[in-house]
């Protein structure tokens, strides 16, 4: 067995000790004699599963009690249509634009009422967050929208906007459990949670109980109406059970190394290893603003489009994977997601210095 450093930014890598508890428990599970995919998901040992999964979310973010953890299927993207059919109550709301699955929230809230585009960094090819402090929101808002963490161009929210006191909703896909979150401030968190929690297909949402309403707009399917889904504690229909079962894993991982604390500070090592060198780097270059740097995705350019192609080749052959940039702005990404080990972090420079004297 051979593995190598996944930098993907999606489905992405896992804690390999999740992986092998999982694979040494896929025949049997605690003695059950099958696998948790083969089980009754109203069965007392998936029972087990689920609330142990919540609990531990619970500890881990400290979501106090008047929010309702909620793991839901159709990942990320469904909640671009969910939120608007569930909050829109004046069928008016605020999307701060600073990349496309902003921007795709934004076109799929336009269905559902009008949505504002209160500020966008499109301008600059979103290399950066733009100044949230006095946004043009108006009292009929029903919710103030942002993309937290901005997987493809690596930028991140160091602050949150002010939202003059409307509800803040908040995609956190790629910075989930990255580190710590006053969960008090935001009206619904939710994210994918295949780019830094587990398999793809399952999206959690954490979402404070006076947004749970039945007022929800006309036509909204029974499925996508969170008050279905609190109701029943996530068990309306089947639910992705082998994904929670497998982020309750990543949970559990995750208290045991020290909770988000621990994992915001390894995170920052991690990307000062690479930002680092890209500052100093004469080959190199980071593609966004210094102070509004992601810690989980980093884009990064030569400038040179046949070098960047050369460079990912090689990069590659080494055993540094899924380094190509996203189709939409070219060049490299590494994201370094609270999985990847600081080695990978420590190789990869390691690699990008030996590229950059070949290349120089
Ligand atoms: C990947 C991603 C999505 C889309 O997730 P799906 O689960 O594929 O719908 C949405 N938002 C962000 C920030 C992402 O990184």
Avoid at 36 to 50: C, G, L, N, Q, Y
Avoid at 127 to 132: E, F, H, V
Avoid at 177 to 190: A, N, R
Avoid at 242 to 251: E, M
Wanted: hydrophobic fraction near 40%; proline fraction near 4%.
């Amino acid at each position: 067995m051979s593995r190598v450093y996944n930098f993907s930014a999606g489905p992405a890598v896992l804690p390999e000790e999740v992986l092998k508890e999982a694979a040494d428990e896929m025949l049997d599970y605690k003695g059950c004699g099958m696998s948790v995919m083969e089980m009754s998901h109203r069965s007392k040992v998936f029972d087990e599963i689920i609330k142990d999964a919540e609990a531990d979310i619970r500890k881990l973010m400290n979501i106090p009690d008047n929010y309702k953890v909620l793991f839901l299927q159709g990942g990320a993207s469904q909640q671009f249509a969910a939120i608007p059919m569930n909050l829109m109550k004046n069928k008016k709301a605020g999307y701060i634009i600073t990349g496309q699955w902003a921007k795709k929230a934004y076109q799929e809230a336009k269905m559902y009422g009008e949505a504002v585009e209160l500020a966008s960094s499109a301008d600059e090819t979103f290399s950066y967050i733009p100044d949230c402090s006095d946004l043009p929101i108006t009292d009929d808002m029903d919710y103030v929208y942002i993309c937290e963490n901005n997987t493809i161009y690596g930028t991140k929210f160091k602050t949150l906007p002010n939202t003059k006191g409307k509800d803040l909703v908040a995609d956190v896909s790629s910075c989930f459990l990255s580190e710590p979150v006053d969960v008090t401030k935001y009206g619904i968190i939710y994210g994918g949670v295949q780019k830094n929690v587990g398999p793809a297909g399952m999206v959690i949402v954490i979402i404070r109980e006076d947004l749970i309403r039945d007022d929800v707009l006309q036509g909204t399917p029974t499925m996508l109406k969170y008050k279905t889904q609190a109701d029943n504690d996530s068990l309306y229909n089947t639910p992705p059970c082998y994904d929670i079962y497998i982020c309750g894993k990543v949970f559990k991982w995750l208290l045991k190394n020290g909770g988000l604390s621990a994992m915001k500070e390894l995170n920052e090592k991690k990307a000062k290893i690479l930002y680092d060198y890209l500052d100093s780097s004469k080959l190199f270059k980071g593609t966004v603003r210094k102070e509004d740097r992601s810690l989980m995705n980093v884009p990064f350019v030569t400038g040179n489009e046949e070098l960047d192609a050369k460079f990912v080749k090689e990069a590659t052959a080494a055993g540094f994977v899924n380094l190509k940039g996203h189709r939409t702005v070219g060049g490299m990404r590494a994201s370094i997601y609270n999985a990847m080990p600081i080695e990978g972090v420590e190789k990869l420079v390691e690699f990008m210095r030996k590229f950059e004297g070949e290349n120089a």
